[in-house]
Structure formats: C-alpha cells, structure tokens
C-alpha cells in the first residue's frame, strides 16, 4: 500500500519535472507573451511572469509547466499594479469593494487617511477590511485634523494647549503602532487650519520615531503658496522626517510660470538634507467643496465684494469656477460661475456671493472644480524626479480623477504629450511611489513581491472620464492582479477582493 502510493507520488513529480525542468512547485499563473516594464525606470524585457499563490516567483525566459495557467498578453505591457498614494477611494469602499473607480485605470492600492482626514481609530477600520476586504489594498495615514478634533473637539479655533498637544500625541502613538504610514495634514482645512506650526513639528516626531512620514496638503495652495511651502519643508528638518507636498500644484494666476522656483526651492531643501518630494493629480482643475472659498473673504464675510472680486481676478476666472452639483438650484448642476452669472442676468462676482450664501444656508455642502492650474506647469512638476502620481480622487465623487488621473497621465502625459518615457512614467505609479510612502515588496515586478500587475495597451490607454460624466471607466486597461488573483477583467470587476491591509514596516 505504501509502496504503491509512494510509486504514484513518485510518478507524478517525474511527469512534473518531465514538462516544467524549470518551474518546480505548485501550479501557478504565467503571463507569456508580454513586454514586462518592471517599474524601476529600466527598458521594458520580453519575459515571462510566473505567479504561485500571491507572489511573483520568476520572472524571465523560462517554458511554462504545463499544470500552469497561461495567460496571452498579447504584447501588451504588464507593469506593477498602480499605487495611488493620495487616495479618497476609501470612502464607500465596503459599498463598492470591488472598487471599479480604481482597479478600472490599474490602481491596485490606495493610500488613504490622506488631507489631515482619517477612518479612526485605525484598529477599527483595518478590523472592518480584514472582516470584509476589498480588492484593492489599503494603507492608511493616521491624521492630524481627525486628532485635533478628537482632542479639541468644538472648541478648535484656536492653538493647542501643551496638555492637548500631549493628548493628540498619545492618539498618534496608538495609530503608528496600529501601523499607520505616518501623519498626515490638511492645513487649509478646519481644525487643522487654526493650529501652530509647532503642533505639527511635535506630533511629525512622534511619527518620525517610529520610521514614519509626513504628508500634507500645506497651509496655502494659492495666496501664502510659498511661506506654505517653507512650513512643510521646516517640519521635515525639524522632526527629522521625510516629507511629501500632496497634490502639488501652483493654483493661482499670479504663479502660473513658477514651476522652475518651486523645483528649485524643493532642490535645495533636499540639497540641505531636508527628504521632500511631491505627488500629482494630472488635472487643471482641484475639487472641493464650494463653501471653501468662502475662507477667501476678509473675515469670511460674503457681503465683502472686494472677497468675490480678489477670486475672480487673482485666482480662478468665472470660466473656471464649476459647480458639478448645486443643492440650492440644480438647475445651475454643470454650470460654472459665468453660464450662471448669464442666466441670472448679473454679474459673476454678485452671483459668486449669492450661491455662496444660498449654499452656506443649505450646509454648504456643494462640490466645486477650480480650474487654476496652468498646463505648462503641471508638466514641469510632473517631471520633476520627486513627484509620483496620486490620484486624489473618489469612488463616486464630482471629479474625472476618481476614474481616469493614472490613466490620463499615461495617455495624455506619457505618450500623447512625451512628458516622460513610458519606464519612468510607470516609475512615478509605482517603485518610486512605494519607497515615497514606505510600502515595501509591492510597486516592482520582481522575485518575491507581491503579483500586483496591470496589463495595459499603451497605444490606447486613456481616461474617459469628464466633469460632466466623472464616473465613466477608462479605454486600455485589459486587466489588473491584486495579490495574484485578478479583480479587474475585460472591463469588468470579477468580484475577487483580494486586498490586503499594509501596515507601516518599521526599517
Ligand atoms: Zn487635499
């Protein structure tokens, strides 16, 4: 009996070994046919990718078993799987966990916790992803606004005490070792808006302790643009601690031009030992809520017209202020502030402060597009050798990047306009986003990493999505590996929801 079963045992393994010399083991998933860009910057190979369970385990020129699954790639280029590191996509993500926004334009992990805003505690939300994943995976921030808030409550206008100072930094000792990627803040934001440049440098070194980072939506992307710049770069030499400016960008006319300086400056501040660097959305337009430029007012007081006439004049033109849902009047939804001002027969500044108020009486809780960004200058940042691609964007939100930005910086930026060659592009989506945020053994194709993949036609790849209909899938993106198992397919999400969470690895 033994013998006869050990004979059986022994002619299977010499059947295995008959086909598959080279690929011991248990079976597997072999890309063949695919132009492999590994995502370290370095020329795309012609090899083959193995993946056994949810690793990559070789990658080159070998035969196949032939108790592996082939997949055609067709020539097609298979790239790691996108890493979004300034992600909103959590939001709704146990409603939508097969995550079509994301998977849809190869994103395979999202970064969240991002702007000072955070799921807390962390333990929970992680304990509600491990109960019930999604098929991306998540890494989350833990967030300054969410710890001021928790400390200070209403009571937020003004600078922490050192007792609440303490208290917050308590939080976010529980949060990193939850395993948090670091801190992050949203410093144009309430509460974060009304703290001392010292909160921050004192809660960023309780982060640095433990390996971690500091990401921030500064304190100004627009009128105190570049003291906001010298904030974010003074907290990562202060605290000892790498530092990444979220969705760069020069949001105002009167710094369109100046992406040179803002190179410049991070350049020096990284000669001087301060480890900055950026991430991207590639859109002309930000999103956030309308009541927003409500904080632009003197003294946030809308019947200042000198407020309505200082936006309109040195920061966004009435073209360029775009309400894509208007709670007040949905007959306005889609229009912007100069196809308003029209209808009404008035003029845009009158009509800017009358949605204005109008909103502010329903919670102003509108959503707004502002398009203040320059082409020119969103190229030259781009291509600056610190800067990754983040999308910013939502599952089911007002703006086209929750669907389309990796897609259209790889159809537009990459290929259309040459911004990048495609290696170092796919670079800033992935290795180089890695190291950014600290995530280890994901963003290359290499021995050992995770079978994050995406399998794209660089020929076609583009975004779909528009501020008129944001939630439109991307062209080109034929299918997306998280953890080795596939989650998006022939335009399709297959329902797998292999995602994991990514705690911090301390170094
Ligand atoms: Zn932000």
Not at 163 to 177: D, I, R, V
Not at 192 to 210: D, H, I, Q, R, T
Not at 216 to 232: G, K, L, M, T, V
Not at 345 to 368: I, N, V
């Amino acid at each position: 009996m033994i013998k006869k079963s050990l004979a059986i045992v022994l002619s299977i393994v010499l059947a295995l070994t008959a086909c598959a010399p080279d690929v011991p083991g248990p079976t597997g998933v072999v890309i063949v046919n695919a132009r492999v860009i590994d995502g370290s910057g370095g020329p795309s190979r012609d090899v083959n990718v193995r993946v056994v369970g949810d690793r990559i385990v070789i990658v080159g020129n070998f035969e196949p078993s032939a108790v592996d699954t082939l997949v055609d790639a067709n020539g097609l280029v298979l790239a790691p799987g996108f890493i979004d590191v300034h992600s909103h996509h959590e939001d709704g993500l146990f409603e939508m966990p097969g995550a079509l926004a994301a998977v849809s334009q190869g994103i395979t992990t999202i970064v969240v916790g991002q702007d000072g805003s955070q799921q807390y505690p962390l333990a929970e939300f992680f304990a509600s992803l491990e109960t019930s994943p999604a098929a991306v995976n998540v890494a989350s921030y833990a967030a300054f606004g969410t710890l001021r808030g928790q400390v200070m409550g209403k009571d937020y206008q003004r600078h922490a005490t050192p007792e609440e100072l303490a208290e917050m930094a308590g939080l976010l000792h529980t949060e990193m070792e939850d395993g948090a990627l670091g801190l992050s803040s949203g410093l144009e934001y309430d509460p974060g808006s009304f703290s001392a440049p010292e909160e921050l440098v004192e809660l960023a070194k309780v982060a640095a302790a433990y390996g971690g980072r500091y990401i921030s939506h500064i304190r100004s992307e627009d009128q105190y643009f570049w003291e906001a710049i010298d904030e974010a770069i003074n907290i990562g030499r202060e605290a000892r601690i790498p530092v990444q400016v979220s969705h760069i960008k020069l949001a105002m006319t009167r710094w369109w031009g100046q992406a040179d300086r803002l190179t410049m400056k991070l350049d020096e501040a990284r000669a001087s030992g301060v480890d900055i660097s950026a991430d991207i959305y590639p859109y002309r337009a930000w999103n956030s809520g309308f009541s927003w430029l409500t904080t632009l007012f003197p003294n946030r007081d809308l019947d200042r017209r000198d407020g309505a006439e200082y936006i309109l004049r040195d920061m966004l033109s009435p073209e360029g202020i775009l309400l894509p849902r208007f709670g007040p009047e949905p007959a306005y939804d889609g229009l912007t502030i100069a196809e308003i001002a029209e209808i009404r027969g008035s003029d845009p500044e009158t009509t800017l402060m009358e949605l204005l108020k109008a909103d502010a009486e329903m919670g102003g809780r509108s959503p707004m597009l502002g398009f203040a960004m320059d082409e020119p200058d969103i190229e030259s940042i781009m291509a600056w050798p610190h800067t990754v691609i983040g999308s910013d964007g939502e599952l089911a939100g007002p703006h086209p990047r929750g669907f389309g930005a990796f897609t259209r910086f790889l159809g537009h930026y990459v290929r259309d306009r040459n911004v990048l060659s495609l290696e170092a592009g796919i670079r800033k989506m992935t290795s180089l986003s890695a190291q950014q945020v600290g995530i280890v053994e994901r963003g290359s194709i290499q021995v050992g990493h995770y079978a994050d993949l995406v399998l794209f036609d660089p020929d076609t790849v583009a975004d779909r999505s528009t501020p008129e209909a944001p939630h439109v899938p991307s062209v080109g993106i034929e299918k997306v590996w998280v953890n080795g198992q596939l989650v998006f397919d022939g335009g399709q999400v297959t329902g797998n929801r292999p995602g994991k969470l990514i705690r911090r690895t301390s170094p």
